[in-house]
Structures are given as structure tokens and as C-alpha cells.
């Protein structure tokens, strides 16, 4: 009930731009301030613990050594789930499943809105074109010892155009700072901005693009998940939090620039031009994806509000904050995506942190006819909240806790025999970053689906599980709960 009432409701968030969210976050006392912390190090090191620390706050770093006061960074924002819930306009307290519900409801009712066009905006409180462009003049931190650079861009959004229709693309694809003016923008094969940039250099054209840097987090979560194909992200962003964002016309692309966040950077990326990007810290817990030759991308024209925050979200070994509010979400996403193929009875999906929520994902069904478990299984694989860089999915009955590590590996050892319930999926979307894959031959892996179903023909005889139930077990601690105190 709440949730459908949520989704209908018109504006669902009371903050404007990353600097009130900040002041909601601040008044539920989920945030730090800290000065005087180098990014040479110490903002990497401490961001690495935050991110890795269960009831972390968000911190907020001022003062930056070598850096005007106001220039700052702000890391672990999304990493607890009041911080997520200040987001989306939700109650600081609501339960995880709630949590997933109400998106899932959103996600059904969304109406993309598209972005309003202004003409000035606090984006535009300082601009900076040609010579006058100074990207060193940002704390961008050094967030692991072996990166190959400064990466300004990590929680941000690259908004690119398809160059043979109208769709507006929003991606999280890491930036590095290369010199003044320059940057690398490292996007995977297969997502949309990587679609984008090469029918654009298949013409021998440039790809204009514009990096946000720091922007509200309803904005960076829009950039980060899995958003199908022509959908805007800016106006699916609009549309979760029912209210427009308002856009600046970028000078020199015509891309749409929004009007309160942080940091913008303008320009092309270059087909004919290249420098090495990386090593960065990645999300699978290594530096896969090692160092290239990457497109150069050429600030034109940058903007940045006054005290500029940029939104740092570097990736860490799994789980990290990436995990930690996506698990959630690319969850949700999942399940719904399952029932929108038209698989039946899905109780319930979880892509575990640790595997990324991406190579562990767990999938739960009421089983309805022989076949459905494999349905299931080959679906999570392949849609579109599974598909890129999987690698296990696990099938279930609808008596395990898919977030349950040790349900669901209890259900994989007594449930599956390996010659009947293994699955293999061969040539799948992977890509530079996969660790399991040796450099030179990335580009595919393989899934394995495990079906840990009681087998369909003889789920009768299946032996009983040991109890007790829910019910009795709560009885019991009730009633002896003492003896462990
Ligand atoms: C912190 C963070 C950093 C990311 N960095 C990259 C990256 O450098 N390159 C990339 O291709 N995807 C990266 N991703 C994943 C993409 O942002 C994600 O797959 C997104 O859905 C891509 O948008 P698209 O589907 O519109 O291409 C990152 C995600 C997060 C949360």
C-alpha cells in the first residue's frame, strides 16, 4: 500500500541538487567532516575503510592540502541504506524489501520526463574555455596505490548522444586526468556510451561528450545502473523523482548540462588520438583491465559551481559502496526483469554484494512445471540487470533466503548434482575487466547456471529439510533465549 501510495505521489524528493542532499544527510548525523586530508593518499586510504565498514558514515573532505578551501570531495555517500533512502525520498528506517518494493513500483509507474531547458544556472557561476582550462585545479585523489593517475571522474556521468537518432545517454565510465585539458574516459565494450563512441568513430568523427563530476545522488544512480537502450538517463531521472531536470545547452556540443551540478567538462573524445589510461582499481577486486591506449577526450569549455564537491565512488574490492546500494536495486531490477520476460513465480533474486552484483546472482522460484528452474536461470543470465560480466547464477526453491551466503550454498551442496544441474552458457558479454580471463582473449566468458532446485520429477520424495520453522524457532529463543546471554 505504501509503496503504490509512494509511486503515485508527484515529487518524491525534497532536496534540489547534492548540496541539500548533503543537508538531509547532515541532520540524520550520517555525515563527517574532515579538512586537511591529502589526496595523495590518505583520501584514498580513508575512503577504502569507509567503503568497506559496515554503519560507515559519508565524509566530506575540505581543505585539501594545495587546494582552495570550498574544493572538496565527498565519499561513501550512498553506502548505508538512510543515505540511499534520503535519495529516493523514503523514510530513513524503511526495511530492505521495502525498500525494493517501492522501487520496483517506481520503476513499473516511470514516466521519463524530459529535461527543461534554462539558460543560466549555478553550473555557469564559473567557466573556462581553451588555455584558461585547469583541470589539476580540482583535489581529484589518488584513490589506490597502483592507479595509474589522478581519476577526477569516478561517481559520475558521461552523457553522450547517439549520433542516427535523439537518445541522450547517461554513463558512469571512469575518467583520468591526463594533463590541463585532457582526460581518458575508459567505457567497456557494450555499453551504451562504448555503442555510441564508435558509430561516431566508425565516420572518423569525434564523440562530443560532457563528464558531470560531481552531481545529486539520485542523478549518479540514474548514470550507474542498468537502464535499457534509448532511455535517457536525465529524463528517467526526471521521471524517478518527478520533477524535470533542468539543462544548459553545452557551448560547443548542444548536450544537455544540468543546471545544479557540480562539475561539467565539455568536449570530444577522439578516435585518431590515444594515451594510456590506467591501471585503476576495480570493482572485481583487481586491476584487470591493466593499462591501454584510450581515446583522448578534449575539454572545451568547463564548468564548475563555486566550492565545487566532487563525487567520489572509487571502486574497491567487492563489496564496496557501489555494492552496497546497488545490491538493492540491481536486485529488484532483476526480479522485476524475470517477471517482465514472463517467468512465473519469482520470489525473489539477490545479487550479492561480494560477487560485485554481478558473477553471484541468486534467483528463488515457487516451482510451477518441469523446465521453470532452467527458465529462470538462463533468463537471469542473460537480461539486461545480468548480462554483462556474470558468471554463476544459483536457482532455488522458495524456501531459501536468496541473501543468505550460507542458504544458498547449503541449497547448491544437498540440491544439485553436478551431471544433472549444471547449465553452461558459452561467448557471453564480458570485457576487459574480467580477472578470470587471460589479457589478450577478453572479450567473452563463459555462466554456469546451478540449478539447486529439488529436482521437479521427484520433489515428493525429496527428503524433508530438518526444521524447525520460522515460527518455532522464534518460540524457542523466546523462551530460551536466556541461556546465551
Ligand atoms: C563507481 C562506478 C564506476 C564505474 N566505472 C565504469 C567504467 O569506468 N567504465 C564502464 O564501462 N562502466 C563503469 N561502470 C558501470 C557502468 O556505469 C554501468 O554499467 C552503467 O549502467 C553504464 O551505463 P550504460 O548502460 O548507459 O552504458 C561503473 C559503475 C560504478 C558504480
Aim: glycine share 10%; charged share 25%.
Amino acid at each position: 500500500m505504501m509503496a503504490q501510495q509512494a509511486a503515485m505521489s508527484q515529487q518524491r524528493t525534497s532536496y534540489r541538487d547534492l548540496r541539500e542532499w548533503l543537508q538531509r544527510v547532515d541532520a540524520l548525523g550520517e555525515l563527517r567532516h574532515l579538512s586537511g586530508v591529502g589526496w595523495e593518499e590518505d583520501i584514498g586510504r580513508i575512503t577504502e575503510m569507509l567503503q568497506h565498514t559496515d554503519g560507515a558514515p559519508a565524509v566530506l573532505f575540505d581543505e585539501v592540502p594545495g587546494y582552495p578551501k570550498g574544493y572538496r570531495v565527498l565519499v561513501n555517500a550512498q553506502g548505508e541504506r538512510p543515505r540511499l533512502a534520503v535519495t529516493l525520498g523514503l523514510p530513513s528506517n524503511i526495511g530492505a524489501l521495502e525498500l525494493m518494493d517501492e522501487w520496483t513500483a517506481r520503476m513499473d509507474a516511470l514516466q521519463a520526463l524530459p529535461v527543461e531547458w534554462v539558460s543560466d544556472g549555478p553550473i555557469a557561476e564559473n567557466v573556462f574555455e581553451g588555455e584558461a582550462i585547469d583541470l589539476w585545479k580540482f583535489p581529484s585523489p589518488m584513490w589506490h596505490q597502483e592507479d595509474g593517475g589522478r581519476y577526477l571522474g569516478t561517481g559520475d556521468g558521461v552523457i553522450t548522444k547517439d549520433p542516427e537518432s535523439d537518445w541522450v545517454n547517461m554513463g558512469t565510465y571512469r575518467v583520468m586526468v591526463h594533463d590541463e585539458r585532457h582526460t581518458g574516459i575508459y567505457i567497456s565494450p557494450g555499453k551504451h556510451g562504448y555503442i555510441h563512441r564508435n558509430k561516431y568513430f566508425d565516420q572518423g568523427q569525434p564523440m562530443p561528450a560532457v563528464v558531470l563530476a560531481g552531481m545529486d545522488p539520485l542523478l549518479f544512480i540514474a548514470s550507474c545502473i542498468e537502464i535499457a537502450p534509448n532511455v535517457s538517463e536525465l529524463e528517467w531521472a526526471g521521471g524517478m523523482r518527478g520533477r524535470a531536470y533542468e539543462c544548459l545547452r553545452g557551448r560547443y556540443t548542444g548536450l544537455p548540462i544540468p543546471a545544479y551540478a557540480e562539475i561539467a567538462l565539455e568536449g570530444f573524445l577522439y578516435p585518431d588520438r590515444q594515451r594510456l589510461e590506467g591501471p585503476f582499481g576495480e570493482w572485481t577486486g583487481y586491476y584487470a583491465s591493466a593499462s591501454r591506449q584510450e581515446p583522448v577526450f578534449e575539454v572545451k569549455a568547463l564548468y564548475h559551481r563555486h566550492d565545487p564537491i566532487i563525487l567520489g565512488v572509487p571502486p574497491q574490492k567487492p563489496p564496496y559502496e557501489a555494492h552496497r546500494f546497488r545490491e538493492y536495486l540491481r536486485s529488484a531490477n532483476l526480479r522485476r526483469e524475470l517477471r517482465l520476460a514472463g517467468v512465473p513465480d519469482v520470489t525473489a533474486a539477490w545479487c550479492h554484494g561480494v560477487g560485485g552484483c554481478r558473477l553471484f546472482n541468486v534467483v528463488a522460484i515457487k516451482q510451477r512445471y518441469p523446465g521453470h528452474a532452467r527458465m529462470a536461470g538462463h533468463v537471469a543470465a542473460m537480461c539486461r540487470a545480468g548480462a554483462y560480466l556474470g558468471r554463476i547464477v544459483v536457482v532455488v526453491d522458495d524456501d531459501i533466503d536468496v541473501t543468505d551466503l550460507n542458504e544458498v550454498v547449503w541449497a547448491i551442496c544437498t540440491r544439485a548434482d553436478p551431471e544433472r544441474d549444471l547449465d553452461l552458457i558459452k561467448r557471453a558479454w564480458s570485457g576487459p575487466l574480467d580477472p578470470a580471463i587471460r589479457p589478450g582473449e577478453k572479450g567473452f566468458n563463459s555462466r554456469i547456471i546451478i540449478d539447486a532446485t529439488r529436482p521437479w520429477e521427484w520433489r515428493a520424495e525429496f527428503p524433508p529439510a530438518i526444521g524447525p520453522t520460522p515460527e518455532y524457532k522464534r518460540e524457542t529463543r523466546e523462551k530460551w533465549g536466556w541461556i546465551l546471554k
